[in-house]
T-cell receptor
Framework: SQKIEQNSEALNIQEGKTATLTCNYT??????LQWYRQDPGRGPVFLLL?????KEKRKERLKVTFDTTLKQSLFHITASQPADSATYLC????????????FGSGTQLTVLP | GAVVSQHPSRVICKSGTSVKIECRSL??????MFWYRQFPKKSLMLMAT?????????EQGVEKDKFLINHASLTLSTLTVTSAHPEDSSFYIC???????????FGPGTRLTVT
């Protein structure tokens, strides 16, 4: 069955540095991959979607890469700020479904001032 | 745009009672809504997929008679936890998608505590 792994449960970085989060998946070739942000006690918020034919996508200080050979996506936040502190989830469409998503367990990012 | 609301945000109920959670898409029509459950420091677990006007599709291991889902309109889906037990205590989150987009728009979640 398909499996998603986010490399670390928690990541602490200094303000101004670039945060890099990793999402690996197995047993699957998804048509796209999504990244969400979740704050404590809140629902996730959609950030970016990257398709299998796209290598990289950017949105303001966010950058996502998608390597279908390595079966890996990297999520970067440049010039990080304390307000970026949150849990970041990667999500893939469930095999055989166009809409249902399966989520990774998330990486809790803390940006230290 | 793409705002999803949930009500209530927090509910405490006694064991054996039923609780209804509403999920509304406020500024768009949601062809499909999803219901998730999330335990502390764990990821979202998909419970069911709800399409307007048809029966919900439940994930393996989710009891459809315990978690009743109704999707009566393109802007409203409800989840009723019947005969709630303490092990049903959790954070329940809904999401909605439109016919043209694949990203999901999530509600703020409902914290259910069964005593």
């Amino acid at each position: 069955s398909q499996k998603i792994e986010q490399n670390s449960e928690a990541l602490n970085i200094q303000e101004g540095k670039t945060a890099t989060l990793t999402c690996n998946y197995t047993n699957y070739s998804p048509a796209y991959l999504q990244w969400y942000r979740q704050d404590p006690g809140r629902g996730p918020v959609f950030l970016l979607l990257i398709r299998e034919n796209e290598k990289e996508k950017r949105k303001e200080r966010l950058k996502v890469t998608f390597d279908t050979t390595l079966k890996q996506s990297l999520f970067h936040i440049t010039a990080s700020q304390p307000a970026d502190s949150a849990t970041y989830l990667c999500a893939l469409p469930i095999s055989g479904s166009a809409r249902q998503l399966t989520f990774g367990s998330g990486t809790q990012l803390t940006v230290l001032p | 745009g793409a705002v999803v609301s949930q009500h209530p945000s927090r509910v405490i109920c006694k064991s054996g009672t039923s609780v209804k959670i509403e999920c509304r898409s406020l500024d768009f029509q949601a062809t499909t809504m999803f219901w998730y459950r999330q335990f502390p420091k764990k990821s979202l677990m998909l419970m069911a997929t709800s399409n307007e006007g048809s029966k919900a599709t439940y994930e393996q291991g989710v009891e459809k008679d315990k978690f009743l889902i109704n999707h009566a309109s393109l802007t409203l889906s409800t989840l009723t936890v019947t005969s709630a037990h303490p092990e049903d205590s959790s954070f329940y989150i809904c999401s909605a998608v439109t016919s043209s987009l694949t990203e999901q728009y999530f509600g703020p979640g409902t914290r259910l505590t069964v005593t």
